[in-house]
T-cell receptor, first 115, second 114 residues
């Protein structure tokens, strides 16, 4: 079955450490997205990519970095510059760079905690 | 720019009672409209969608939603809730033209009491 796989499900980061969250999709979708979710704040867009080797900042990109070397993969690195990284991170994908009737498909999320 | 408002942060409903979750959007034309559901610690699952045709749309798990252009609303309904419906619900709006991304509401958390 096609879908989006996020790993790991739980991740612990020490102060000053960079960590990378994985997101892989086998839906042949062109566009991929990273969202951060905090209680009561809904989904906030971190980065998105509409095509391989290209990506754009979302609303809260500071302290994060991404790459899109393959269509299937869109890893997110949470750097030490992100001062409050504890959150639930969601990866999503869509068929193209425009909204379609299929909307977005989401992964099951990674919960990142600073220890 | 498009926007979406979910006025209710938290709703509590008795099991077996009816449910209506509100969603209001702002967009210059008829948009794509979606409802997603998120169980604790999980990703978002698409419940239903609307972009044209019959204004009453049916989704999975017995949910339905009605598009009302005059009120810029897309409220989610279920005639009789089950304990398993306890989750967070997100409304989202997207443009039919252009390459704007989906805009999500802040969500409504649904609690079911016995």
């Amino acid at each position: 079955d096609g879908g989006i796989t996020q790993s790991p499900k739980y991740l612990f980061r020490k102060e000053g450490q960079n960590v990378t969250l994985s997101c892989e999709q086998n839906l042949n979708h062109d566009a991929m997205y990273w969202y951060r979710q905090d209680p009561g704040q809904g989904l906030r867009l971190i980065y998105y990519s509409q095509i391989v080797n290209d990506f754009q900042k979302g609303d809260i990109a500071e302290g994060y970095s991404v790459s899109r070397e393959k269509k299937e993969s869109f890893p997110l690195t949470v750097t030490s510059a992100q001062k409050n990284p504890t959150a639930f991170y969601l990866c999503a994908s869509s068929i193209g760079d425009r909204v379609s009737g299929d909307g977005y498909t989401f992964g099951s999320g990674t919960r990142l905690t600073v220890v | 720019a498009q926007s979406v408002t979910q006025p209710d942060i938290h709703i509590t409903v008795s099991e077996g009672a009816s449910l209506e979750l509100r969603c209001n959007y702002s967009y210059g034309a008829t948009p794509y409209l979606f409802w997603y559901v998120q169980s604790p610690g999980q990703g978002l699952q698409l419940l239903l969608k609307y972009f044209s045709g019959d204004t009453l749309v049916q989704g999975i798990k017995g949910f339905e939603a009605e598009f009302k252009r005059s009120q810029s609303s897309f409220n989610l309904r279920k005639p009789s809730v089950h304990w398993s419906d306890a989750a967070e619900y997100f409304c989202a709006v997207g443009a039919l033209v252009g390459n704007e991304k989906l805009t999500f509401g802040t969500g409504t958390r649904l609690t079911i009491i016995p």
